[in-house]
């Protein structure tokens, strides 16, 4: 426990540092492990495109018996598509990189002053000049092209650090990490507000690339013995007092975990081509960093004082696998992908080659101690024969030889992520011409690197220039291909009217990621595009099980099926549709709905209307299909979709029109006719379906003949049948013979056939008036007026009689409105004229009495016009003796 828990013999201010340097080791893993999850996710996002179709619903529905009469009206669908966006860095990435970076380099300056004078002047001369090639100057601090800021973090890490060297080596290893830290927050803060470069910390990061790429693969040369000394501690720690030797178990465990590297060598080289999932190298470099904080320990001690561990070897080990751990995140989380192969390549093959180095070292060495059942572990660094620095070295130069192997391409995809670095730095501030030369440089040393590709496809798409963003997509797919490519060039072969290459692109694509539920939607909406509906349903359906956003697929699946099904399987879709909280969907559902004929309340969302008021896809087609569907439940509609109109003038038409349908089904029938009539009056391509809708709500009025007049025009059977029947209803049976035939010799039909039959039967379309009517003529309250009103204000018996009561209450001026209301839509009823010439005769008007009064006359039946006189003219001479007295 002692070896495990080494600090707690350490002074309480040592411990408090190591468990802080522990914390910040612990985040600096979080942050990599977090970034590696899926590095490509995060420069590119998938966004949602959403497409408008409309189809037909009957909303309008007027029964006549066993027959009803609709009208076609459009409902509106929403399909959506997934599009991988252009790449874009996050800021928050280069943010938590530099507090990792700056916080291990800030370690590795500290322990340096505790070394040597030889060790310490070396290892500052290094990190001077690769302070240099760093071009501090870059960030302007002090005027552009200027060293100001070199020399300035020269001198205060320099001064800093020799200070506790040369002059206070009594000091502790807290104080001199305060001191670094202190010279690296106050250049922090010198560059954060002096600097003149519009992205200061993207800037250091990429001229500072060399620094924290040297002082990572460092690292990871360093650890990449740890795993072969945790097996020699593995073999011989059990075994030691209880007779056994521990080398059988040392050299099997040792040739398997060779073993695995080489064959990780050789599938990352090419060399074989095995369908096999192995151990992915980050994980063999975890290993050997988390190992190596214990295993560094006995390896310092056996430098015999030169990296004293207590004060030098732990803080110096610690911070660079910080460093390591925050530039592995960055790479990652900047999707630089031939950086993270050249760490990959320096992880396996310096684990391979030290490793095997390592191996004959431990057996030139120890294999006597084996032999004699000792824990080789505790000797492990004090070699017999073989010295572990010549192990290190041959280790090293195998490194070397296996890179050169390779053609040195692991330091040729060091250099493409360098110059992709700088061109991420110049596309953020959208130098895009300096952006591409950067892009290009890379792909001269790596011309498959993934990053690079798609990078100056993005560039190509901020410009316009659709071929040569499919060239850069296609060239992305060679080595490292990505779901987000084959989107990418999928999006752009639709653009182009290349349907067939776009459809063996994502087909292409699902074989290198089945599972892929973005691929899966867009494939099944191509094909549903062209209606090949089976196909559509069988790939959205595997996206709904795959996709990390179901509810898009689920939208999908409700659009294609209610485009292509009959009722029957619509009322089946309905039942087994789980309701959904996502906008798109509870649009298509409403348009469900509205092809079923069901209008059951429904709660409104209201995350559908923006804060701006500005309508996307899904809000618009939500919004119409509300209105539709809920017209008789919710007049909200009425109001809110003309105020959005102004804000949406292109789309001001359609919600316009939909806000006329709950204004005329629960709020002001007469605006909404109003309207609708003054609509019918311009010519344009929607005036058959404005004619159709007036025609309609004319016919559930019961205003006929003002039916026929709107209907008339309506050109196609919807209109012929619905003049027919108005025709009937207005007792003009031979028009509608007339018309009904004319439909019937052009083909036979005999649902057709059933409505002459029903309309020559008498049957009359049944309607709340009547009902409505019975109740005011039983109980006249101001709420059952109210009532039959709304629900008809131009019904003649039901205004008649409304009018009569507001006579009674002497509520002249309401009743006189109602009835001008009334005459606009109904002017050949005589009851109305009637009481307009009574509601003229008590306001003194005797001019429009008396074109009421012969209004009657025209229209009214001989035996209804004498029950008039016999109240009308005794009211008019009353008047007017009253007149002639005064």
């Known amino acids: 426990m002692n070896d495990l828990l080494f600090w707690k013999v350490w002074s309480p201010s040592e411990r408090r540092m190591a468990l802080g340097t522990f914390l910040v080791l612990i985040l600096g893993l979080v942050f990599l492990v977090w970034q590696c999850i899926d590095p490509l996710g995060n420069v590119v996002r998938w966004n949602v495109v959403s497409e408008l179709a409309e189809t037909t619903a009957v909303v309008d529905v007027l029964q006549l018996g066993q027959w009803q009469y609709g009208i076609s009206t459009p409902t509106h669908l929403v399909t959506e598509s997934f599009m991988s966006s252009v790449m874009e860095v996050n800021a928050m990435t280069v943010y938590l990189f530099w507090i990792g970076a700056l916080t291990g380099l800030t370690l590795v300056l500290a322990a340096l002053t505790t070394m040597s004078r030889f060790w310490y002047l070396a290892g500052t001369i290094l990190f001077i000049l690769f302070l240099a ?171 015999q004082g030169v990296i004293p561990f207590r004060s030098t070897g732990f803080w ?179 653009q182009e009217s290349l349907f067939f290459d776009a459809v063996y692109s994502l087909q292409e694509g699902l074989r290198r990621f089945p599972a892929n539920g973005e691929l899966l939607n867009n494939l099944g909406m191509l094909y549903s595009k062209t209606n090949v509906t089976d196909s559509a349903y069988y790939y959205l359906d595997l996206a709904n099980a795959n996709a990390a956003r179901p509810e898009i697929p689920a939208t999908n699946l409700l659009a294609i ?61 939500y919004l119409l299909n509300y209105a539709t569907n809920q ?101 003009k049976k031979e028009v509608a013979v007339v018309l009904l035939d004319k439909i019937q010799d052009k083909e036979h039909n005999a649902a057709v056939e059933q409505l002459k039959q029903s309309l020559f039967s008498g049957i009359r379309p049944k309607s ?12 006249p309250s101001a709420q059952n007026i109210q009532s039959a009103v709304h629900a008809n204000p131009f019904d003649a018996r039901i205004v008649s009689t409304a009018s009569e009561y507001y006579r009674g209450k002497k509520q002249v001026k309401q009743a006189y409105q109602l009835v001008l209301d009334a005459l606009r839509y109904n002017e050949y009823a005589p009851e109305l004229w009637e009481q307009y010439a009574f509601l003229s005769l008590e306001q003194g008007l005797l001019g429009q009495a008396a074109e009421g009064e012969g209004k009657v006359r025209q229209y009214a039946l001989p035996a209804g016009y004498q029950r008039f006189l016999t109240r009308y003219q005794p009211m008019r001479a009353l008047i007017e003796k009253q007149r002639a007295e005064f």
């Open 133 to 303: 090639f760093a071009r501090l100057e870059m960030l302007r601090v002090f005027g552009a092209e200027n060293r100001l800021l070199f020399l300035s973090a020269t001198i205060l890490y320099g001064g800093v650090s020799y200070y506790f060297h040369a002059f206070r080596p009594d000091l502790g290893i807290g104080t001199r990490i305060a001191g670094i830290a202190g010279v690296s927050l106050l250049l922090t803060g010198l560059v954060a507000f002096g600097s003149a470069s519009p992205v200061p910390a993207l800037t250091a990061a990429a001229y500072s690339f060399p620094l924290w790429l040297v002082a990572t693969m460092l690292f990871l040369l360093v650890s990449a013995t740890e795993i072969m000394a945790g097996l020699v501690w593995l073999s011989t720690s059990g075994q030691a007092g209880k007779g056994r030797s521990g080398l059988a178990q040392f050299i099997v465990i040792s040739v398997l975990y060779l073993l695995l590297l080489l064959l990780i060598y050789l599938q990352n080289t090419r060399q074989i081509d095995w369908n096999v999932t192995l151990i992915n190298p980050f994980y063999l470099a975890l290993a050997a960093g988390v190992l190596g904080i214990w295993g560094f320990r006995r390896r310092a001690d056996s430098t």
């Open 316 to 494: 110096l080990y610690i911070g660079l696998f910080i460093v390591a751990a925050s530039f592995g995140g960055l790479m990652a989380g900047t999707a630089n992908d031939p950086v993270l192969e050249t760490l990959e390549d320096t992880i396996v093959q310096g684990q391979l080659a030290m490793g095997l180095l390592f191996l004959f070292y431990v057996l030139i060495n120890f294999y006597e101690l084996f032999q004699q059942k000792l824990a080789v572990y505790k000797v492990l660094y004090k070699p017999l024969r073989f010295g572990l620095t010549q192990t290190r070295l041959f280790g090293f130069a195998g490194v070397v030889i296996l890179f050169s192997m390779q053609r040195l391409l692991p330091l040729n995809q060091a250099i493409a992520g360098y110059f992709n670095g700088l061109g991420d730095l110049h596309s953020t501030t959208e130098e895009f011409t300096l952006a591409e030369q950067y892009y290009k440089l890379a792909l001269q040393q790596e011309f498959q690197n993934h990053k690079s590709n798609y990078a100056l496809a993005s560039i190509a798409l901020k410009q316009g220039d659709r071929n040569a963003a499919a060239y850069y997509f296609r060239q992305a797919l060679l080595k490292n291909p990505s779901p987000q490519a084959y989107a990418g060039l999928s999006g752009i072969l639709v």
């Open 561 to 621: 099926l209610a485009k292509s099904t009959d009722s029957g399987l619509l009322d089946s879709l309905a039942a087994s549709s789980d309701k959904l909280d996502y906008l798109s969907w509870q649009a298509n559902w409403l348009a469900v709905q509205n092809m079923r004929q069901q209008f059951r309340k429904e709660d409104f969302n209201k995350n559908s209307v923006p804060d701006d008021s500005l309508l996307s896809v899904s809000s618009l087609a």
């Open 631 to 731: 017209a008789a439940f919710d007049s909200l509609p009425a109001t809110l979709l003309p105020k959005l109109a102004v804000k949406n003038p292109v789309l001001s038409q359609d919600l316009s029109l939909a806000a006329l349908y709950p204004q005329f089904y629960s709020g002001n029938k007469l605006k909404a006719l109003e309207t609708l009539t003054s609509w019918t009056a311009e010519e344009g391509e929607k005036s058959d379906l404005y004619h159709k809708i007036l025609g309609h709500w004319l016919l559930q009025l019961g205003l006929y003949d003002k039916a026929i007049e709107a209907l008339s025009p309506v050109e196609g059977i919807e209109g012929t049948i619905g003049t027919a029947v108005a025709n009937a209803l207005s007792d």
């Open 768 to 779: 709340v008036t009547d009902s409505l009517f019975t109740v005011i003529s039983k109980s």
